[in-house]
Structures are given as C-alpha cells and as structure tokens.
C-alpha cells in the first residue's frame, strides 16, 4: 500500500493559503512600506477586504486540472481589484498622505510573493504526485467511445495532475446487470471519481449512476455526447429554485472584465497613437501621395458590435478604385501600389485602426471585422457566423495567428476563423490578449505568406 494519501487536499489547501497570503499582505504593509498605519485598523481593513475580493474573483478556486495561464489571469484579475482597495483605503485616510508610488511598489510586492507560492505549491504537488504517487484520485469511465478513450489517455499520460485510471467499462449492451456489477466494483475498490457518458448511457442508466453518486458520496462527472449542445462551455443559473443551462458564457458580458478590457485599450492605442503614430503618420502620408493620387486614409464600412456598423479606417494601400468596398485584396493584386505592398506585408496600413480602439468602436484584441457586403453573404451561408458581434472587433486577433487572416480563399478558411474567433470569445482573459498582441508582433516582424 503507498504510504502517501490519495484523495482531496483542498481542505487543507485553501485556508492555508489564505492564511500564508494574508501573513505577506500584512507583513509587508506594517513593517515596510506603511508603518506610522494603525496595525490594528490595517489588518482588520484589508484581510476583510481581500478575502471578500477573493471570493468574487474566485482566486483560490485553483483544481489540479488548472491551467497555468489560468492561474495568471486570477492572479492579474486580483492585483488589479486588491490595488484599488487600497488606494481607497488611503484615499479615505487622506491625513497618512501616501505617496502613490509606494502603494504600487507594495501592491507588487505583495503580487510577486504570492506569485511565487502560488505556482511553487502548484508545481511541488505536480511533482508530489508523480514521484511518490500522493494527493492522487482514483478513476473509472461508464461507456467506451472515442471521447472516453481519450480521456482515458490523458490520465495515463499526464500523472501530474494525480488521476489514477482504474477502469473503463463498455455500456453497449444497455445491460443494468453490467451497471451494478460497475457499482459494486466502485464500492470495492474505493473508487474517488466516475466519469459517465452521455451517448453510452439510456436516461434510465444515467439517472441511476446518479443516485448512486450521491449516496455513496462519488464525485460524478459527464463527458458531452455527440449531441452539439453538450459541446458548448455552459453557464449554470438558477431563477428562483428552477435550474437554467445559458448555451455560451461570455467573459466580456461581466461589467468588470468589460472596464478591464477598456483600460486596456484605452491605455494601448492612447500609446500607440502619442509615440508610434505621430511621427510615423506624416511619413507614411508622404510615401503614399507620393506614388498615387488620393486620400491618405482609406475609410470602410464594416459590422461591429451587436452587428452595428461603423467606419473602419486604414492607411490606403490601393489605387482609388470603385471596387474596393466590394473585394478583398488578392494575391498580386494590381490595385495594391508599391508602397501599399509594403504597408500590408508589415500590418502598418492596419494601425489607423488605433483611433478606431480609442472611440470605442473596436479593441485591440478581437474578431476582425469584415465589410458589409461580406459579412451578410457570409451570415447566410457559414453557421454560427453571427456569434463574433457578440464582442467588438479587433485589430488583431486569435484566428489571425492561427493562419486565418487576409484573403479567404475558400469556405473552409471562413469556417477555421469562426471556429477561433468563438474560442476567443468564450475564452477572454487579459493575458490570452497579451499573448495574441506578442505573437502578432512576432508575425509582423517575420512577415506572413497571407500578408498581401
């Protein structure tokens, strides 16, 4: 038998931590950057505070199946909300006049500390579990398919996460027989967590596993079937006691990540414009009247948010022509000039786009908008087509440093930035857009084969 526990931990986990971090956020307070503060007010005032914080940002709600960026989010979401706590909490006690900058060098401090233990407990329980076999949970899979099978996979491949696979067993038959004799072998073996099919299963089956989950105290969890819906990331509510499945959760429909997300692009495209813009601007201007006659920007029509329209704009690329608000640019395109060429190749004509951020029409991180024309062709023939106008659009975004940006040459090249342009959607965080603003600097720099 291992002389390591398997099992849950995060009952001890959880008020641990809380109490580790609370110690740093006094601790440094009190003894270094604010020590003429009553220590007694203080402590009282800010553990109240980030505990309350902590539960609404749900910074402690780390599982064994997190992911590390996830991690960061909840950290980035927390530093944001604990400085302005107290900054208002200084703000309110005006007479201590705190200088600011020592409230953000304490704020960070605090933030890189608890950075450290944070993903230090994360990774030494990782290891934990795969060299001594402790902190591990065991497994069974009611139904055998492909989606089971690679779950199966993945607890036998990544020991880390400390899932111990006992068994899979193979519904098929729609035999109740087989279903008891899967409940006896749970009981026998102490089996920690089920994990049920939905297509391998009859309601009848499903809803027996069930009953027996929770009188047996099992922690029981479903895989989708092929059943679309099932699919989808659902959002669980309640209206009074009637339970309510929401078909897609949507992170910027939070007013705090919304405020978040508008800093940002305030703050970004203010700095774009004041030190890249406004020296580049009259440089670009000159090129481009140099070699064709015309206007220095190109304006654009295009669905935004909530499918509104509005005018996108750009450094103009193209001769004049009447065209322009009807095709994309192809591959060596006749109306591109010489100096427009360049500008694509780099993504230089895209930074007007950055007044476009400033005005709140777009974000720097987002689907990319299309013409009018295209987006009301496209509504009716690619599904789910519609479900970008949900956000606003972006300069740049995750389909577009996955090999969907420029000419869409084909259906399935319409279809692929749907398909991303959702998962961004659903899957928002501040540092998913940091990484996307990276890479597509990074693309920039290198040049792109669809970049034309």
């Known amino acids: 038998m291992s002389l390591f526990k398997h099992g849950r931990y995060s009952g001890y986990l959880r008020p641990i931590s809380y109490l580790i971090d609370l110690s740093i956020i006094n601790t440094l307070a009190i003894l270094y950057y604010f020590q003429e503060v009553d220590p007694i007010i203080y402590i009282t005032f800010i553990s109240f505070a980030w505990i309350i914080i902590s539960v609404i940002s749900k910074f402690y709600d780390v599982y064994r199946y997190t992911r590390e960026v996830s991690i960061l989010t909840l950290i980035i979401r927390q530093l944001l909300l604990f400085t302005l706590v107290i900054f208002a909490f200084y703000g ?171 800093a940002f692009d305030i703050l970004f495209s203010s700095g774009v414009i004041i030190f890249l813009l406004s020296w580049l601007t009259p440089l670009i201007a000159l090129l481009i009247k140099i070699e064709s006659r015309g206007p220095v920007f190109f304006k654009q029509s295009r669905n935004g948010f909530n499918y509104r329209e509005f005018d996108c704009y750009k450094f103009r690329s193209m001769t004049p022509n009447k065209d322009a608000h009807l095709h994309q640019a192809t591959r060596g395109d006749q109306r591109v000039t010489k100096v427009g060429r360049f500008m694509r190749k780099t993504s230089i004509d895209e930074l007007p786009q950055f007044f476009n951020v400033l005005f ?29 106008h949900f956000v606003k659009p972006g300069i740049t975004g995750l389909a577009q440093i996955s090999g969907f940006r420029g000419e869409v040459e084909s259906d399935k090249d319409i279809i692929g930035r749907v398909k991303y342009d959702i998962f961004y959607i659903e899957n928002w965080s501040l540092l998913l857009d940091t990484k996307i603003i990276f890479q597509t600097f990074m693309n920039a720099v290198k040049g792109e084969d669809k970049a034309y």
């Open 92 to 262: 309110y006690n005006n007479e201590m006049k705190i200088e600011a900058s020592t409230i953000i060098k304490y704020a960070l401090s605090v933030f890189l500390l608890i950075t450290i233990f944070k993903f230090t407990i994360y990774y030494l329980l990782q290891k934990y579990r795969v060299e001594f076999g402790g902190n591990y949970r065991t497994t069974v899979i009611m139904g055998r398919n492909k989606n089971t099978l690679a779950l199966e996979s993945f607890f036998k491949k990544n020991p880390e996460y400390g899932y111990a696979h006992k068994r899979t067993f193979n519904f098929s038959d729609e035999n109740d027989a087989n279903l008891n004799s899967c409940f006896k072998y749970i009981n026998d073996e102490n089996i920690d967590e089920i994990y049920c099919s939905i297509s391998e299963l009859t309601s009848s089956q499903i809803n027996q596993v069930v009953d027996f989950a929770d009188n047996n105290l099992k922690i029981l969890k479903f895989l989708p079937d092929n059943k679309e819906i099932y699919a989808k990331k659902l959002k669980y509510e309640y209206y009074d006691y009637i339970p309510i499945l929401s078909l897609r959760n949507i992170p910027l429909q939070d007013s705090i990540n919304q405020v978040v997300k508008r």
């Open 360 to 388: 709140g029409d777009m974000s720097v991180v987002g689907p990319r908008p299309h013409m009018v024309s295209h987006t009301n062709m496209y509504a009716k023939k690619i599904d789910k087509f519609m479900v970008r």
